[in-house]
């Protein structure tokens, strides 16, 4: 599956999932049941049918079937369904979405998949608190279509539940490193939809001497700053005593990021405080992006070292 001719001009709030679905069979009454899940297309790399599979001798997790060679890559397999605690039925053959983001590949074992939608942001619902609950918090959003909901998958938060050395964490090194460095108050606003992520990068944040204020989406953050720009004119005082720093991630209900990073470049007040992305879907396929609505820097995940370093030269630069 080629993503040459489906991605999308950035800053358009708009995004591309492909549709996937898992049958599952109720093991009392041997009746199928049809649930529709999403994914970005920016993070699948092609659709296959079921490979030849080398089981692993100590899996990480019963839903890690083995691996599989592609084109010399051996790439790791998880079985959907067993991750979700279903029961996938055998009556036609799987397919298996190859992923990948954080510079790594993974594959995911469905019963299907449909077809790519173009949404808006706008149509992606946050997951209400009994689906995170029931779904370990697997999913990021939820799209209603007429006849069905569709839950976009969280494969972040499943790859690094698997192998907890690929989520974020910090060196030794870099924990020492950390501390405030005087008085002056450097105020940043971080933007993630992720509970768990955004509380990560505000303590580290916090701990290198910033106040920070947080958004769950792209939507509350613009409208946040709306409000600080609207009180930096009425007070005839800079931006920058308001807020230094914006730290975003780019897969947000509502708003995302690439958005609200155009429309504070758009914005002759808001468009000289650095801007950062800091998400899964920078890489070099995709860096580009970042750069046609004026990032200042972007950052994947999980390189939260690199993160904290390019805002302290950001924050420099611009006090020069």
Known sequence: MSQTNILLESGTNELEIV???IDEVDVDEDKPYRGYFGVNVAKVLEIIRMPRVTEMPNPPHPSVVGTFNLRSRVIPLIDLSVW?????????????????????TNAFLVSGVTRIH???????????????SVSSNSFTGVVKFEDRIL??????????????NLAMHMS?????????????????????????????????LERDGYEVMQD???????????????????EKRSIFDFVKLIVSDIEMPSMDGHNLCKRCKDDPVLKNVPFILFSSLINER???????????????????????????????????
């Open 19 to 21: 549709e996937f679905y």
């Open 84 to 104: 979700l605690g279903k029961h996938m039925s055998s009556k036609h053959p799987p397919k298996v979405i190859v992923s990948e983001f954080n510079r790594v």
């Open 118 to 132: 173009r949404l808006s942001w706008e149509q992606v619902e946050p997951p209400n608190s009994y689906v995170a």
């Open 151 to 164: 839950l976009l998958l969280d494969m972040e938060q499943i790859i690094w539940d698997l192998n907890p």
């Open 172 to 204: 030794p090194e870099d924990e020492a490193r950390l501390g405030g460095e005087g008085d002056n108050v450097t105020r940043a606003i971080v933007v993630d939809d992720s509970n768990s992520i955004r509380k990560m990068i505000v303590n580290v």
């Open 216 to 234: 769950i989406n792209g939507q509350f953050a613009w409208n946040r700053l709306l409000d600080l720009k609207r009180r930096s004119i009425e």
């Open 286 to 320: 995709l860096f580009h992006k970042g750069e046609s609505v004026g990032a200042d820097a972007q950052v994947t995940k999980p390189e939260i070292a690199t993160l904290t370093q390019k805002a302290k030269q950001l924050i420099e630069q611009m006090a020069r």
